[in-house]
């Protein structure tokens, strides 16, 4: 199996920058995609960001220029850096894995950090 913990969660002011991280362990063979989900109360849960296997990222048009993903290859380790943070950010952030593990392929979703941005 494959597993990802997740850190990083908080609460900050409007303007503020939180580092979201998500480390996946376990039988991996290869990464097709890591990233970002995020829910809002009575929203439904939406890319935030994410990179592929090729090192390709992809962002919301509502984080680009303010969101940063990176991922540490040797620490099977994706990073988010959040800047310029706003209240309608606020959300469960959900880290999600895809790729082949011993188990075949695999779709992984952590258990969720929560980001809190006050106006």
């Known amino acids: 199996q494959v597993q990802l913990v997740e850190s990083g969660g908080g609460l900050v002011q409007a303007g503020g920058s939180l580092r979201l991280s998500c480390a996946a362990s376990?039988?991996?063979?290869?990464?097709?995609?890591m990233g970002w989900y995020r829910q809002a109360p009575g929203k439904q849960r939406e890319l935030v960001a994410e990179?592929?296997?090729?090192?390709?990222?992809d962002y919301a048009d509502s984080v680009k220029g303010r969101f940063t993903i990176s991922r540490d290859n040797a620490k099977n380790t994706v990073y988010l850096q959040m800047n310029s943070l706003k209240p309608e950010d606020t959300a469960v952030y959900y880290c999600?894995?895809?790729?082949?593990?011993?188990?075949?392929?695999?779709?992984?979703w952590g258990q969720g950090t929560l980001v809190t941005v006050s106006s």
């Open positions: 999600n894995w895809r790729g082949v593990s011993s188990y075949g392929h695999l779709g992984v």
């Open positions: 376990g039988s991996i063979f290869s990464i097709n995609a």
């Open positions: 990179v592929t296997g090729g090192g390709t990222a």
